[in-house]
């Protein structure tokens, strides 16, 4: 845990008591602050007063008294309207901030030359933020890793002169951290996505640039318009940015683990990130060729036969399963869920690669209809399971050298699922039970 000892004897109001919430009470009060923390859930709040927490109802608080209102970054700020919490909060005219910025604080009060490198983007964070700090751990280096993937910040080893901290940052996290300065910061990409909660792709696209425009290296991906130009304002600032691309020359021929061209910018990011922390390019190239990858992430689920299944469940939108459909030159496509604003019209594309399609979910009669008007195979089947079946089946029996079953479902997975995650392991067992030989 990193205590907060920058908040030494200042009184701060939390509230959000899931995961990160509770992490973020127990450090502010390991550094000696003076925490109310609440929830709408009495559930949420029974739960942190079991763990010891100190909790109380803000609703009954004066919010002068705070010097700090902390949010989970789930808590709506702006849009589609702030939480009471946040309107309280400006009345009072007190702060609101998230965890990522009590980090901020902290890493500048104990130890402002740590190393601390912040990834952000619509798509690909995940998997860059393990391959960094996968490449930088295989180098020898103290590696602390978390934020948005795995462990709350806060609940990472303290900031120190020889230890690095590696983390993901949502655009959630990123709006609650007006001090973000990373040593090294990256932002992949950038396509429409949490509009609900930013309201414009404007506002969207300012609050990822936040992240790298502090940064003493802005590592930046200049494959998409938007970030292209983000690129030019930041090198037009002074900041040392260092431009990525799909195109950039880096080996992954022993990297099986990091398919297509958007994992050569992943890795291009994580090679300028090792370099900017002075890792030789040798060890670097170790490190890329040895990573394992992610669940749910183009992972390959090993079986006997010749069919190769990829689960892609984290695909939640049309961009990240355009990166999955690049990756291969013909796939039986598992897809469907909960859709988002735009569909699957913007991989027509792509469908020239689809043998057929296999539709889930509450996308499946819509994305049905795209997928008629271009003339793509497809059936409805309801469930993974049943799309699972089907696809197995199909591509057992083509003619194909190496058939491949990619599930990339260019969807949320909230109608049928809790996440993403619960969405992947039951691909995961459907294929297992196949027993494939």
Not at 225 to 231: F, K, Q, T
Not at 271 to 286: F, H, N, T, Y
Request: glycine letters at 8%; charged letters at 25%; aromatic letters at 6%.
């Amino acid at each position: 845990m990193t205590p907060a000892t920058a908040f030494k004897g200042a009184r701060v109001a939390v509230f959000g008591l899931g995961g990160s919430g509770r992490a973020t009470v127990r450090s502010l009060v390991a550094g000696g602050a003076e925490v109310v923390a609440f929830d709408d859930s009495p559930e949420s709040v029974a739960k942190a007063a079991a763990e010891g927490l100190p909790t109380g109802d803000l609703r009954e608080q004066d919010f002068a008294r705070f010097d700090s209102v902390v949010l989970a970054p789930g808590v709506p700020l702006t849009h589609p309207k702030p939480h009471w919490t946040v309107e309280r909060a400006k009345a009072a005219g007190v702060e609101i901030i998230g965890d990522i910025e009590i980090f901020c604080r902290e890493r500048r009060a104990i130890a402002p030359g740590a190393d601390f490198v912040a990834i952000t983007g619509t798509n690909g964070k995940s998997t860059t933020t393990a391959l960094i700090a996968h490449v930088l751990r295989e180098a020898g280096r103290d590696v602390q890793m978390g934020g948005n993937i795995g462990v709350a910040i806060l609940d990472l080893q303290p900031p120190s002169a020889d230890r690095v901290h590696v983390v993901e940052c949502s655009s959630y996290q990123i709006d609650l951290a007006p001090t973000l300065d990373p040593s090294v910061g990256v932002m992949l990409n950038l396509s429409e996505d949490h509009l609900e909660r930013h309201g414009t792709m404007e506002n969207y696209a300012a609050i990822k640039e936040r992240l790298v425009a502090g940064a003493a290296t802005a590592v930046v991906g200049v494959d998409d318009p938007l970030s292209a130009e983000m690129a030019k304002r930041l090198q037009q600032r002074g900041v040392n940015v260092v431009a990525i691309s799909e195109n950039d020359a880096v080996d992954l021929s022993a990297a099986r683990a990091l398919r297509g061209a958007h994992n050569v910018q992943n890795a291009s990011a994580a090679r300028a990130v090792a370099r900017a922390l002075g890792v030789s390019d040798e060890a670097i190239a170790k490190g890329l060729a040895s990573f394992p990858g992610l669940a749910h992430r183009m992972e390959e689920i090993l079986t006997p036969g010749r069919v190769t299944f990829i689960n892609d469940s984290k695909a939640t939108n049309a961009d990240s399963a355009a990166k999955a459909l690049a990756s291969f030159d013909r796939v039986h496509w598992i897809l469907g869920g909960k859709p988002k604003t735009g569909g699957i019209e913007a991989l027509a594309p792509f469908f020239p690669r689809v043998v057929a399609a296999y539709l889930i979910g509450d996308a499946a009669e819509a994305f049905a209809k795209t997928l008629d008007a271009h003339k793509v195979p497809r059936a409805i089947l309801g469930t993974v399971e049943q799309a699972v079946v089907e696809a197995a089946a199909d591509a057992k029996a083509s003619d194909e050298a190496e058939p491949v079953v990619l599930f990339s479902p260019a969807c949320a997975s909230f109608d049928q699922y809790r996440n993403f995650e619960e969405r992947g392991e039951d691909f995961r067992r459907a294929v297992l039970a196949l027993g494939l030989s």
